[in-house]
């Protein structure tokens, strides 16, 4: 089977988790036998945990799991489920007598759908992921093409909020991989961005703000912009686009730092803002190492943001409809 999905790379696993209730869910990668790892923040508004371990100046140089979640801070959670599954397995970092699994979370916030209009929240209930939803994505996970659109954290991801968030389009989890000389690189994004979803290829506007909430009219939040129109003002971290970027090359913990540097220009490539106050961009980047090949980082830089680029497109194009109460967040396709 031709896989084009962040399993492509060998040695790592991917489960979602998704809670129809909500909607909203998690999305699991997992590496047990260790990964390097780094992280780089770009948004004002991030929800993450253990993003300071990966600092390339600092100990702990492999990981074990890393979560994408909804439910904003409360999704954090999910990674406590994680680690419980990893320990069961017996994977993480021997410290004395246990194991002790390094992963790292970052959120989007999805509250917008699962507090605020679904009917669990009519009956009083409050869905966001946990603990054990993270530990039912371990379960699921498997080195299968990820299944994307509305699944995991991109369950109730909705994208181009800058008139409202019930004039915004469905988002999701979309994921992309290229193979060149022999080294694979990989992306899987969840897009719940605050700007609107470009095509990079071709220039086009492909979903994001509308000029109406029961309008499938774009309003081209840049455009409206540089004319100077009045756009409504997010609330801030109320947007955020989270991804992980793989490889099967070998890294140093600096040079997966750097990598995930410059797979944030994939988001600029395709969302437009990108990287604003009110978002909390965050890309994690992992080397396996399973391919025994050492890092080219100028290949490498150049595919990191190619298919990150390529994840969000996937993302949008495999996105569904969402109707939840009153409220209508539509795909970019009927």
Not at 12 to 27: A, L, M, N, S
Not at 181 to 197: E, K, Q, R, S
Not at 297 to 310: D, I, Q, R, Y
Request: proline share 6%; glycine share 12%.
């Amino acid at each position: 089977m031709n896989n084009n999905t962040l399993t492509a790379v060998q040695g790592i696993k991917v489960g979602h988790h998704t809670d129809k209730r909500g909607p909203t869910g998690c999305t699991v990668v997992l590496t047990p036998f260790g990964s390097v790892a780094g992280v780089d923040v770009r948004g004002a508004a991030p929800g993450t945990r253990e993003t300071d371990l990966l600092h390339p100046s600092n100990t702990v140089q492999h990981i074990h799991g890393l979560v994408l979640s909804g439910g904003s801070a409360f999704g954090l959670d999910a990674a406590s489920g994680v680690m419980r599954w990893l320990e069961e397995q017996g994977h993480g970092l021997p410290v004395g007598p246990v194991c002790v699994p390094i992963v790292p979370a970052a959120v989007v916030f999805d509250l917008w759908v699962d507090d605020f209009e679904s009917a669990a929240y009519q009956r009083g209930e409050r869905v966001r992921p946990d603990a054990q939803a993270g530990y039912q994505a371990c379960l699921a996970a498997s080195s299968a093409p990820v299944p994307q659109g509305n699944l995991g954290a991109g369950a109730g991801a909705t994208i181009g909020k800058m008139n409202g968030p019930h004039c915004a389009m469905k988002g999701g989890v979309g994921s992309a991989a290229l193979t060149v000389n022999g080294i694979t690189v990989a992306a899987l994004i969840v897009c719940n961005a605050l700007g609107d979803v470009i095509d990079p290829r071709t220039g086009q506007l492909l979903a994001g703000a509308r000029i109406a909430p029961n309008s499938r009219e774009l309003l081209d939040i840049r455009q409206a912009q540089l004319t100077g129109q009045v756009i409504t003002s997010p609330k801030a971290g109320s947007n955020t686009t989270i991804g992980v970027i793989a490889t099967d090359a070998v890294l140093t913990k600096p040079q997966a730092h750097r990598l995930a540097q410059v797979a944030h220009d994939g988001l600029a490539r395709s969302i437009c803002p990108v990287h604003t106050p009110m978002d909390g961009d965050t890309l994690f980047a992992l080397g396996t190492g399973t391919s025994g090949q050492t890092a080219d980082m100028m290949l490498l830089s150049t595919l990191a943001a190619e298919v990150t680029a390529m994840a969000v497109v996937n993302a949008i194009k495999a996105a569904q409809e969402l109707r939840v109460g009153n409220h209508w967040w539509p795909a970019m396709t009927p």
